[in-house]
T-cell receptor, first 111, second 116 residues
Framework: QQPVQSPQAVILREGEDAVINCSSS?????VHWYRQKHGEAPVFLMI?????EQKGHEKISASFNEKKQQSSLYLTASQLSYSGTYFC????????????FGTGTRLTIIP | DGGITQSPKYLFRKEGQNVTLSCEQN?????MYWYRQDPGQGLRLIYY???????QKGDIAEGYSVSREKKESFPLTVTSAQKNPTAFYLC???????????????FGEGSRLTVL
């Protein structure tokens, strides 16, 4: 079952902040975040691991609440280059490489 | 340069025909994946493989088949049993998640299949 992302779409002015949420009905080992620009392949942004370890992008941060099986991606002082569709992906167990993606959040940044 | 190559980029087929999409990687990754992308539905996992000669069904495997005879290759066959095959297909690969590896996925450029 796919993780649920919210909101489905958001429009921001350059410099504003955004939060994208990802919620799963299953226990999670890790949460991945990817961004896909129109007509391109998704690109890795960040991974959050059970236990609190976080690896990824400099200007984008995220949180992972293991008990609630939720993750949030924080985009601060958004730039035009942040536009695209953001996907969270989840893995349930260490050693099982199955990565299930959410339905995506379309982010549009306007000048 | 290392990367993932998908071919063809665009493919048209008639109803009732099988079609095979190619995915090759030279990143020496162990895991490979096939995802289907439809508007509003995100990326849905079709099949994945963690090791040569072994693969597992994803969430929407019906009507698809794969093989993993070589580490660098993971072709996807869309069979005539797939009821709605028109979609954008993405192949990806990764190292296995470990102490130093994040399991980050690297994607190919995709193959767009249209059934006429």
């Amino acid at each position: 079952q796919q993780p649920v992302q919210s909101p489905q779409a958001v429009i921001l002015r350059e410099g504003e902040d955004a939060v994208i949420n990802c919620s799963s009905s299953k226990a999670l080992y890790s949460v991945h975040w990817y961004r896909q620009k129109h007509g391109e392949a998704p690109v890795f942004l960040m991974i959050l691991l059970k236990g609190g370890e976080q690896k990824g992008h400099e200007k984008i941060s995220a949180s992972f609440n293991e008990k609630k099986q939720q993750s949030s991606l924080y985009l601060t002082a958004s730039q035009l280059s942040y536009s695209g569709t953001y996907f969270c992906g989840t893995k349930s167990n260490f050693g099982n490489e199955k990565l299930t993606f959410g339905t995506g959040t379309r982010l549009t940044i306007i000048p | 340069d290392g990367g993932i190559t998908q071919s063809p980029k665009y493919l048209f087929r008639k109803e009732g025909q099988n079609v095979t999409l190619s995915c090759e990687q030279n990143l020496n990754h162990d895991a490979m994946y096939w995802y289907r992308q439809d508007p509003g539905q995100g990326l849905r996992l079709i099949y994945y493989s963690q090791i040569v000669n072994d693969f597992q069904k994803g969430d929407i495997a019906e009507g698809y088949s794969v093989s993993r005879e070589k580490k660098e290759s993971f072709p996807l066959t869309v069979t005539s049993a797939q009821k709605n095959p028109t979609a954008f297909y993405l192949c990806a690969s990764s190292l296995l998640t470990g102490m130093t590896n994040t399991g980050e996925l690297f994607f190919g450029e995709g193959s767009r299949l249209t059934v006429l």
